[in-house]
């Protein structure tokens, strides 16, 4: 797991960078310090904790022991990025995060994109395996999404990989975030090319969506005729609502939606709600984790992965951005976390009691290929 006691540092290609770049939000209305992107790139040269951007201030990366001390960080006025993990526990409350503070946003520039093709990469554990898994977890609990990891050769971190990678799902949240190890020039990072928000908020309201149910996209309008994707779908909608309803919220559901990306559809209903005074803290303690990445009743589920699963990481924990105009947090799946010499690829997949291992197998090798041919 990668973690704050690591640094940020600039290189002349793409490395020492937050990146988040969102086709479904104009961000330029948002951030008036770059009117003409959709990216957002904090670049720093780091001295043990201490960040100096290039030529511009002095800034920090810290390892915040409880988000609401975290929050209570973020100053008004500024804008912060916040990294949450998958928790080990229900209480998010007491999650070690990782807060950034930029003191200059601007536009990255683009890098070409090649084609690059990753090596065949090797799961971590066989299909036999994730079998007994999923019998297992159907055995046991309403629902636990697992994940598998794979791990692939990378050539280093460049501007034209990264672009390469984001290019192959253009209809996603695109983050990057590029570590050095102290003064080395050891890569270590992770990027996301997320569908999923857990939702962005304006002093007056919320927007949420529920995401579960996959398919290939050729299968994309049997979303909504399939017993199973109905029967894990309404569980997430149902849990969003009556989370926003007990906060105080009043949340409104849409009618579902079928959301294709390049190589996969999902069934989302979009949920909206006024704010109604919530806080940031007060929301992600509500809709994190949503039964799509943990399960339900969400702390057994919580515990199943924990115990089935090596540590997740930053693998289906949270990206924000808290600014004074407007909050958003993305739920990092679609993961390649990066080292020096090799990478691993996490997604998973949702188990209920119709789950059939063989498919969701096949829903997760589906998932992968966004990261290019290495199954």
Same mark, same amino acid.
């Given at each position: @797991? ?17 990146? @988040? ?95 690059? !093709? ?90 949420? !969506? ?30 969003? @609502? ?39 803290? !007060? ?76 498919? !969701? ?15």
């Amino acid at each position: @797991m990668i973690f704050p006691h690591t640094v940020i540092s600039a290189e002349p290609s793409i490395s020492g960078q937050v990146v @988040m770049r969102s086709d479904t939000y104009p961000w330029p209305a948002v951030f008036d310090a770059f009117p003409t992107g959709h990216r957002i790139v904090f670049q720093a040269q780091a001295s043990n904790r201490v960040l100096v951007a290039s030529g511009i201030e002095r800034q920090e990366v810290t390892t915040v022991s409880r988000l609401d001390a975290a929050l209570s960080s973020c100053h008004s006025g500024d804008t912060h990025f916040i990294l949450i993990p998958f928790p080990s526990h229900p209480t998010i409350s007491d999650c070690p995060v990782q807060l950034i503070t930029p003191k200059f946003l601007y536009d990255l520039p683009e890098h070409p994109s090649v084609p690059i !093709e990753l090596p065949q990469g090797e799961h971590e554990f066989s299909n036999q395996e994730w079998n007994r898994r999923v019998m297992n977890i159907k055995a046991r609990y309403p629902k636990v999404v697992l994940s598998r990891k794979t791990t692939v050769s990378l050539p280093p971190m460049s501007g034209c990989l990264v672009n390469q990678l984001f290019a192959a799902e253009p209809h996603a949240h695109h983050i990057f975030v590029d570590y050095l190890l102290g003064q080395s020039s050891r890569q270590n990072g992770w990027l996301s090319v997320s569908p999923e928000r857990l939702f962005s908020a304006t002093s007056d309201q919320i927007i949420t !969506e529920a995401i579960a149910g996959t398919t290939e996209l050729s299968n994309a309008m049997e979303l909504t005729q399939h017993t199973k994707t109905a029967h894990e779908h309404q569980w997430v909608v149902d849990w969003i @609502m009556t989370q926003l309803a007990q906060a105080g919220a009043d949340p409104v559901a849409a009618p579902k939606i079928i959301r294709r990306l390049a190589r996969v559809a999902h069934l989302v209903t979009p949920i909206s709600a006024p704010r109604n005074g919530l806080g940031v803290g !007060e929301l992600i303690q509500c809709l994190f984790p949503t039964p799509a990445v943990a399960g339900t009743p969400q702390a057994e589920a919580i515990q199943a992965i924990n115990q089935l699963e090596s540590d997740r990481g930053f693998y289906s924990g949270l990206f924000g951005i808290i600014s004074p105009h407007h909050t958003e947090f993305i739920v990092l799946i679609r993961y390649l976390e990066f080292g020096p010499s090799d990478a691993f690829v996490r997604v998973g997949a949702g188990i209920v009691s119709e789950s059939e291992p063989d498919l !969701e197998w096949a829903e997760l090798n589906a998932k992968i290929r966004i990261f290019g041919p290495v199954v």
